[in-house]
């Protein structure tokens, strides 16, 4: 079978019209793995050998393990043990599965973009008066910012692209689509190439937003911080 041009052009649609799912899906376990990232951060400054271990062990499982393993174990697996669930959405298992996975990621890029500040910001913020929690808002995490976001963004496209797995459970994506086309009408190659091709494009899009991000930051710095006097 020859490559069908008219034939990408009429799924083409069809395949984007689930692009809204999978992005729902991202930006929802990215929202999360956000959140539990700085749940982390600040668990990471408790002096306590067991806690420490157990966080340990919670970033080497999920970065050790495939993340579609880690899907099927939570909606299939932990089904059988916990009664509660059985009614988890394929959907809702995808988010929270993933949510799971990319937090193990996001924390340590957030905790090395925050060490990479030097220790003598926090120690000139408290002089100036601040509470611990305002140098960390106003001095560290702006100063934290520029370095995690290259990180932070590579995280967020290999979130993305995880979200292919989330067919698996029964989510209808955009590589669900893809998959049910392809099989339908035995047109494989020319279906993923709309897939792969629709990834790309929304890929490439973050990391435009990336380099404007960058350069509104730069452009911060360039301007200069407040002095204490002021």
Same mark, same amino acid.
């Given at each position: 079978?020859?490559?069908d041009f ?7 649609p069809n395949?984007?019209?689930?692009l809204?799912v999978?992005l729902?899906?991202a930006f ?6 956000m959140?539990?990232?700085?749940i ?6 408790i002096d306590?050998k067991i806690l ?7 970033l080497?499982f999920f970065r050790g393990t495939?993340?579609?393993v ?6 299939y697996?932990?089904?059988q043990?916990?009664?509660?669930f ?5 959907f809702?298992a995808a988010v929270i599965?993933l ?5 193990a990621?996001?924390s ?9 500040v ?6 000139a913020?408290?002089?100036c ?10 001095v560290?995490?702006p100063q934290?910012?520029?370095v995690?976001?290259p ?6 496209i290999g979130? !993305?692209?995880? +979200?292919?797995?989330?067919?698996? $459970?029964? %989510? @209808?994506?955009v590589?669900?689509?893809t998959?049910?086309?392809?099989g339908?009408?035995y047109?494989f190659f020319e279906?993923?190439?709309?897939a792969?091709?629709?990834y790309?494009?929304?890929t490439k899009?973050?990391? !435009?937003?990336? +380099?404007?991000?960058?350069?509104? $930051?730069? %452009? @911060? ?7 204490c006097?002021?």
């Amino acid at each position: 079978m020859r490559f069908d041009f008219g034939y990408v052009i009429k799924v083409f649609p069809n395949i984007l019209g689930y692009l809204g799912v999978t992005l729902e899906i991202a930006f929802l376990s990215g929202t999360i793995a956000m959140l539990i990232s700085f749940i982390f951060l600040a668990l990471r400054k408790i002096d306590n050998k067991i806690l420490q271990s157990l966080l340990n062990f919670y970033l080497d499982f999920f970065r050790g393990t495939p993340v579609v393993v880690q899907l099927f174990f939570l909606y299939y697996g932990l089904a059988q043990l916990f009664p509660i669930f059985k009614n988890l959405s394929g959907f809702s298992a995808a988010v929270i599965g993933l949510s799971l996975n990319a937090s193990a990621y996001m924390s340590e890029s957030i905790r090395a973009a925050v060490q990479s500040v030097h220790p003598r910001q926090m120690e000139a913020g408290l002089a100036c008066g601040l509470t611990h929690s305002q140098v960390m808002w106003h001095v560290i995490l702006p100063q934290a910012a520029r370095v995690a976001i290259p990180t932070l963004t590579n995280d967020f496209i290999g979130l !993305l692209k995880s +979200t292919s797995v989330a067919f698996v $459970l029964g %989510v @209808r994506d955009v590589m669900a689509q893809t998959k049910m086309l392809g099989g339908s009408s035995y047109r494989f190659f020319e279906c993923y190439f709309v897939a792969i091709t629709i990834y790309f494009i929304v890929t490439k899009l973050i990391h !435009l937003l990336q +380099t404007w991000l960058e350069e509104k $930051l730069d %452009v @911060r710095k360039k301007n200069g911080g407040q002095s204490c006097s002021k």
